[in-house]
């Protein structure tokens, strides 16, 4: 490909959805948080704005331009400044692969002086794999949605059409589409708001509730005995969130005698995170109070194995759903509320790992952290070799310690952290700061606190849409666990050499001779384009839940035309309805990582699961839905005595 | 705990004026061995009623968090440094508030620590499972 002088590709990683973008502009191009306050032409050139959302950025921030042969940056007296490779600079020229930061925006700039092709970039939607499935629930994806009805064609479906089928129908009053964590405590709060086990019934394809969560877990390195990121009161199995799990962990220690340990996690959850390290629970712990909870409000009951292919609204003001309960069959359940709670249906790939491996068909030696990937140590055991991990986010620090015990192992093992900019200091908001050391981001949970019940919960929600994306993109990023084993590691590493990190724009990653993936990089500064061999390489970059990436949720929004958020997720209200679906007395809601963008931060978290489930289930009960109270006071105490001694809500 | 400022304010009307208040009608009523005495409810306005601003305070201070949150920890040294005041307003700076003549030092350690202790642990048990929403609204239970 060739290119013109003062074309340049930029590409960075949005800080609220975490996607890559990479266009390709031609200069002068402006930086700003207002499109209209940036200049729409300059000298009789058009000029290229790009919005960029965040209180950091200024209306119109920075401008990027050809000038006699070179590529100018220069800052437009922006309050914050822009920096070029670390340094705030008001104006100076730029090399390819050099990056500016504008806020919590890190853009890299790849250009060519002389006009020679200019690498290219795919397009971020190409970027994703499905998330593997375990080989029971697994199917072939045979045309979803035309296996259905003509029924599911009109706008709203007839009951009787749908009965004229004679295919199995199911009439319930709620519904939850998932069956996992998120629908799990939704159940949960309806069990406990007096809904009964035969009134609800929860579609999914795994009988545990964290079936998905676990599995994604397990691969991402956290074995049961490690320690999730969520805080002691982040408790699915418990709406009030009280015993948390600090408490119960410590009762544990305590009547095993070991009180020193017992009082080791009460001190942790009186002063984290300022005196202590934060607590969070065990991953195995957190499963066991699950299942009981499952057991105590009747999951089992409520759960149904099936894929949900399809979601309608129906003539008499409820919900058609149709579902496989197995192969090549077809059922349908007609309900009056339905709660859509279908997780991350994709894994995220960085557009360069994602081309090798779709060029060289090569699915082991280039990974996604999220994916089974259990090879990579094992090789790495007996063989020992390079890693080349990218991203530096909690799951970058779990592999770093795990690549850590495979060298127990095997010491001829290294890991070659790969950034793309050094992180001299953490993203800012109002008065305070985030923690920065050795280039990693540090934040005990992954988004501030007071997104779950605080100040930024209230500020959030008063939010307009676009001042939502602006505080999305203050308080969001990768950010680590202040977690002072890691923290440990990576310095140990950084001394004896067995773990380094380098800088630098990925321009291509192709095979060697001896197919191993060879990645070039862009480094800044002088040194140019240099080359890393590595036996593996990691992606640790993420999970996507856009609708798009959904079959269902892309026929329910294309079929209704509903609205969607500035992030490409389900628009919903303050308490997480699809307002567009109303139906009558039928309410939708959503919950979790396809929600993401609106009223809440930390939709996908436990806790941001409860906060969701309250909301909703507090409007079902204003819109008088079968069998539901609201929950307060004694009557709530009450519930939570239930939960004590393990009877039924 | 990552309070609002209503949370703040909700919650220490509410625990002072209920757990607070029952175990300082204990002291009122002379029940630890010490001498009947309407000293204590006093106190107890005066702690609620400058708490209000100090509140004010820490909400400021925690703008300065980037979690915007308040631990436990940073809960006691508030309630320290809340006692301590009322503490130095009478014995350094000699300001004698109305109803609290008869002021004994010790005395007001002890009720002090009492209140202090049941409210906190109140705040961390009882109040969530009575008020389901309330750590999601920043204490906010109206
Ligand atoms: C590795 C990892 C670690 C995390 N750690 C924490 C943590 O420590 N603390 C915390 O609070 N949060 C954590 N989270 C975030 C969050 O709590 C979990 O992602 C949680 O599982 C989200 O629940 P969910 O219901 O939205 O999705 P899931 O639990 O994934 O459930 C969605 C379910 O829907 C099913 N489904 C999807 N489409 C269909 C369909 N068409 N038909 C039938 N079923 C369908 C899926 O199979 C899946 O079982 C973590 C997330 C990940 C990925």
């Known amino acids: 490909m060739s290119t013109i002088p003062g074309q340049i590709r930029l590409s960075w990683q949005d800080p609220v959805t975490g996607e890559q973008k990479n266009p390709l502009l031609t200069c002068p191009i402006a930086f700003g948080r207002e499109f209209a306050r940036m200049p729409a032409d300059l000298q009789g050139q058009r000029v290229a704005r790009i919005v960029l959302n965040s209180s950091q950025v200024s209306r119109y921030h920075t401008l990027i331009e050809w000038v006699q042969g070179h590529i100018q940056v220069t800052d437009q007296n922006s309050s914050n400044g822009t920096w070029v490779n670390g340094v705030l600079q008001p104006s100076c020229n730029v090399s390819s692969g050099d990056l500016i930061k504008i806020g919590p925006y890190e853009i890299a700039l790849m250009f060519t002086l002389d006009g020679r092709g200019l690498p290219t970039a795919e397009a971020s939607e190409q970027s994703i794999i499905q998330v593997p499935e375990p080989e029971a629930a697994a199917e072939p994806d045979a045309t979803p949605v035309n296996v259905l009805p003509p029924a599911f064609q009109a706008h709203q479906v007839g009951v009787q059409d749908l009965y004229a089928t004679q295919l199995p129908i199911e009439e319930i009053d709620y519904l939850a589409v998932g069956a996992g964590l998120g629908s799990f405590i939704w159940v949960n709060f309806l069990r406990i708001f007096g809904a009964a086990p035969q009134q609800i019934r929860a579609l999914g394809i795994a009988d545990r509730p964290y079936a998905r969560y676990q599995r994604l877990c397990l691969n991402s390195q956290i074995p049961p005995h490690e320690r999730l990121r969520s805080n002691s009161d982040s408790c699915p199995d418990n709406i009030w969130g009280w015993p948390g799990y600090a408490l119960r962990e410590a009762w544990h220690e305590f009547n095993k005698g070991k009180t020193k340990a017992a009082w080791h996690y009460l001190w942790q959850v009186f002063a984290e995170p300022t005196f202590a390290q934060t607590y969070t629970p065990r991953a195995g712990n957190v499963f066991a109070s699950i299942d009981r909870e499952a057991v105590r409000i009747g999951w089992p009951q409520i759960y149904r194995f099936g894929r949900v292919r399809a979601i309608r609204q129906t003539n008499d003001g409820r919900y058609a759903i149709a579902y496989s309960p197995g192969r090549r069959q077809t059922a349908f359940v007609i309900a009056r509320h339905v709660h859509l709670a279908t997780g991350y249906p994709v894994l995220q790939f960085l557009p360069d790992l994602k081309a090798y491996r779709e060029q060289t068909r090569d699915f082991k030696s280039v990974v996604n952290a999220y994916e089974d990937h259990n090879h990579v140590y094992e090789t790495l055991e007996r063989q020992g070799g390079t890693v080349i991990l990218r991203g530096r986010g909690i799951v970058a620090s779990r592999i770093i310690q795990r690549l850590h015990e495979a060298r127990h192992r095997n010491p001829h093992i290294s890991i070659l952290h790969l950034m793309r900019s050094p992180k001299p200091q953490g993203n800012r908001f109002g008065k305070a700061q985030r923690l920065v050391d050795n280039h990693f981001e540090f934040q005990p949970f992954n988004w501030p606190k007071a997104c779950w019940g605080g100040t930024l919960r209230e500020v959030l929600e008063q939010a307009t849409p676009d001042q939502r994306t602006n505080l999305l993109a203050d308080w969001g990023g990768t950010t680590t666990a202040d977690r002072l084993d890691w923290k440990q590691l990576v310095q140990t590493g950084l001394d004896q050499g067995w773990y380094q990190i380098t800088f630098g724009e990925v321009t291509r990653v192709v095979p060697n001779a001896q197919a191993r993936p060879t990645t070039y990089i862009q480094e800044q500064g002088p040194r140019g384009e240099i080359q890393l061999e590595a036996d593996f390489i990691i992606d640790a970059t993420g999970l996507d839940s856009k609708v798009k990436t959904s079959p269902l949720l892309n026929d329910l929004v294309t079929h209704y035309n509903l609205p969607l958020n500035p992030a490409g997720r389900l628009a919903v209200t303050n308490d997480f309805e699809l307002l567009e679906m109303r139906n009558q007395q039928g309410r939708m809601y959503g919950a979790g990582a396809i929600t993401f963008g609106g009223p809440y931060a930390a939709v996908d978290s436990f806790l941001g699961l409860q906060y969701t489930a309250l909301q909703a289930v507090d409007g079902l009960v204003a819109a008088r839905a079968p069998n539901l109270h609201r929950l307060n006071g004694l009557n709530s105490l009450r519930q939570w005595l239930k939960w004590a001694q393990n009877q039924a809500p | ?142």
């Open chain 2, 1 to 142: 705990m990552t309070p609002t400022l209503l949370g703040r304010w909700q919650t220490r009307l509410l625990l002072m004026e209920t757990v607070g208040l029952v175990i300082t009608l204990l002291f009122c009523g002379g029940f630890f061995g010490n001498e009947e005495n309407a000293i204590f409810f006093w106190l107890l306005q005066y702690i609620v009623v400058f708490g209000l601003g100090w509140d004010y305070l820490y909400i400021q201070i925690q703008n300065f968090r980037w979690d915007q949150d308040w631990p436990a920890a940073l809960q006691w040294l508030a309630a320290l440094w809340e006692g301590l005041f009322l503490i130095l307003l009478r014995e350094v700076a000699a300001i004698e508030l109305p109803g609290t003549e008869d002021w004994d030092s010790g005395l007001f350690i002890v009720h002090y620590s009492f209140v202090w202790i049941a409210i906190f642990i109140t705040s961390q048990s009882l109040m969530r499972l009575i008020f389901p929403r309330w750590r999601f609204r920043g204490g906010q239970w109206l």
